[in-house]
């Protein structure tokens, strides 16, 4: 009982400090510590659960064991994280980030591609991921490549619907200022529609760091070197090396929060002057 009496005990003193906290004057400070003392206190709960209903290791294991493994496996993690997060992740982002960008700019500028691809990348986004990877796999190889294939597909028309929407955000009275100014296409695009489409461009980039991440690890579940989250976690299951698992999770969601959070900063300096940014800390 005492674990249960334990896991009751973080409950209520992580449920008072986070009542106290949000009575208080939000600051930067506030804003943080609340959901971390959130998270301690689910962590907590579960190392508690988990001992108290002694559930298995195999089903789940404990924070603890968890944390153990991680920390006798940082060679391991760190290497699975290059080529994951690093290789496949991180470069079929920018690729494919980068290629929608530009298309986008090609589709606004030309109508008949607006009427033309628009409904096509509709078609792409819907086909399931675990039908593209095994074929994107055969097609470019079983390392990193074929992972950052995924990921462009994964990226592409999400970051390319955002862009071409942010770059109709400009009303009419604005286009026709520049055009009184006899600002030609380029120009305007550069000094009035870029600037207005950037709140709608980070907003695609921040979507595809999920979707990177998620997509190099699905692709390794069909063919990858023998390193890489994926392939980690395909065989670590086999093996019924569940903490292995959770420390491999553990990685994907600490680079994907960090990859996220990055993106993050870099709209708010790029777009500090945005309504959207106004009144932030």
């Known amino acids: 009982?005492?674990?249960?009496?334990?896991?009751?005990?973080?409950?209520?003193?992580?449920?008072?400090?986070?009542?106290?906290?949000?009575?208080?004057?939000?600051t930067r400070a506030t804003r943080l510590a609340v959901p971390v003392i959130f998270g301690v206190t689910l962590i907590v709960i579960w190392e508690c659960v988990v001992h108290w209903l002694e559930i298995s290791a195999v089903l789940l294991p404990p924070p603890s064991m968890i944390a153990v493994t991680f920390a006798a496996s940082t060679a391991i993690l760190w290497q699975?994280?290059?080529?994951?997060?690093?290789?496949?992740?991180?470069?079929?982002?920018?690729?494919?980030?980068?290629?929608?960008?530009?298309?986008?700019?090609?589709?606004?500028?030309?109508?008949?591609?607006?009427?033309?691809?628009?409904?096509?990348?509709?078609?792409?986004?819907a086909l399931p991921i675990i039908g593209m990877a095994p074929i994107l796999v055969m097609w470019f190889g079983f390392d990193w490549q074929s992972k950052a294939a995924v990921v462009v597909v994964m990226v592409f028309f999400p970051m390319l619907v955002n862009t071409v929407q942010g770059l109709q955000d400009t009303d009419a009275m604005q286009r026709d200022l520049m055009r009184t100014y006899a600002a030609g296409y380029w120009k305007t695009l550069l000094k009035l529609r870029l600037p207005a489409a950037m709140p709608f461009i980070f907003n695609g980039l921040k979507i595809a760091t999920t979707l990177a991440l998620i997509g190099a690890i699905v692709a390794e579940f069909f063919g990858s070197p023998i390193r890489g989250m994926g392939f980690r976690i395909s065989t670590s299951v086999g093996q019924l090396s569940m903490d292995l698992v959770w420390a491999e999770i553990v990685v994907a969601a600490l680079a994907g929060s960090g990859f996220y959070g990055a993106v993050a900063l870099l709209e708010k300096a790029m777009t500090f002057w945005h309504p959207s940014q106004r009144g932030r800390s």
Request: net charge positive; glycine share 12%.
């Open 1 to 26: 009982m005492i674990w249960l009496a334990t896991g009751v005990a973080a409950w209520a003193l992580g449920w008072w400090i986070n009542s106290v906290l949000s009575h208080r004057p939000p």
């Open 80 to 125: 699975d994280f290059v080529q994951t997060a690093l290789k496949g992740a991180l470069s079929g982002y920018v690729m494919g980030c980068g290629a929608a960008f530009l298309t986008a700019i090609a589709v606004d500028r030309f109508d008949f591609l607006k009427r033309g691809l628009l409904p096509v990348g509709n078609f792409v986004a």
